[in-house]
């Protein structure tokens, strides 16, 4: 198995994009696709979906797009400036817009609390708040919005790699959301590998990113 850190990831999504020139919006809608195989559409049918404005939240909003478009009930819960977010992660919230009226900013403790009891009427919680993005401790309302998702007993999936966790070392950066799924892109991560409860949980899934793009990164070939 080919294990890669956050830095390899982020450089083999790159070069995909810039210099095979696969356009990132497919690669976000592909991983949008692969988190939706594995969700039993018969058993669930109520979700919130928890959105970071970087490509992991592009993820989440290209999920909750495609639910939406199979008239499941979606509720989505957005944290951070989007004024600075990706541009695949404004393409989705455009859509979601015209399809959902339920997207809630999270940015006061009153938003916390109203994201809190809403989660407690969802079914399935989608954690897209961080992915390979996340280079810092987590703390002050990213920090709260993670304990708000533990606290809440719903079954719950994480895109990509559970937020808060390092995508590298397998450490914790502050809290992180207890998955009960990971479903992660494209190549197992080290710091999943890394720790036996996450590795159990995670399922990896080809989102189109050409076997170049690896080759070049991880063995300068092509170079
Ligand atoms: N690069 C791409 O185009 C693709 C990305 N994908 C998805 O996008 C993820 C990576 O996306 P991004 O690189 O946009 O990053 P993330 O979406 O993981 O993170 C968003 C942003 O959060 C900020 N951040 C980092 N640590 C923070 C902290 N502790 N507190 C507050 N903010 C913090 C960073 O500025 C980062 O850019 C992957 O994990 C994967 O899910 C893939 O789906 C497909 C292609
Ligand atoms: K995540």
Redesign the pocket.
């Known amino acids: 198995m080919i294990l890669v850190d956050r830095v390899q990831m ?1 450089a083999i ?2 070069y995909a ?1 810039e210099v095979l020139k696969v356009p ?1 919006l497919s ?2 809608e592909r ?1 949008s696709m692969a988190v939706l195989k594995h969700i039993n559409l018969n058993k669930f049918g109520y979700f919130g979906v928890v959105v ?8 989440g909003l290209a999920l909750a797009r495609n639910l939406l478009a199979r008239y499941k009930d979606v509720e989505i819960f957005i944290i ?1 400036d989007v004024e600075k977010a ?1 541009p ?1 992660f404004k393409l989705n919230l455009e859509s979601c817009e015209m399809l959902c009226e339920e997207i809630y900013y999270v940015e006061s403790i009153e938003d916390l609390e109203n994201m809190e009891k809403r989660l407690c009427n969802v079914n399935l919680i989608v954690d897209a708040i ?10 002050g309302i ?1 920090a709260t919005v993670i304990s708000i998702i533990n606290n809440v007993m719903k079954y719950k999936i994480s ?3 559970p937020s808060g966790l390092d995508a590298s070392t397998g450490q914790d ?1 502050g809290e992180v959301v207890d998955a009960d799924l990971i479903v992660t ?1 494209q190549l197992m991560k080290t710091g999943l590998y890394e720790r036996e409860a996450y590795k159990r949980k995670c399922v990896i899934e080809d ?1 189109g990113i050409p076997q170049k793009a690896i080759d070049s990164v991880l063995y300068g070939l092509f170079n």
């Open positions: 982020q999504d790159r994009i990132a690669l976000v991983a970071g404005v970087g490509n992991n939240g592009a993820d951070g990706s695949e961080f992915g390979t993005g996340l280079n810092r401790p987590v703390t990213y895109i990509d790699i950066l892109m989102i």
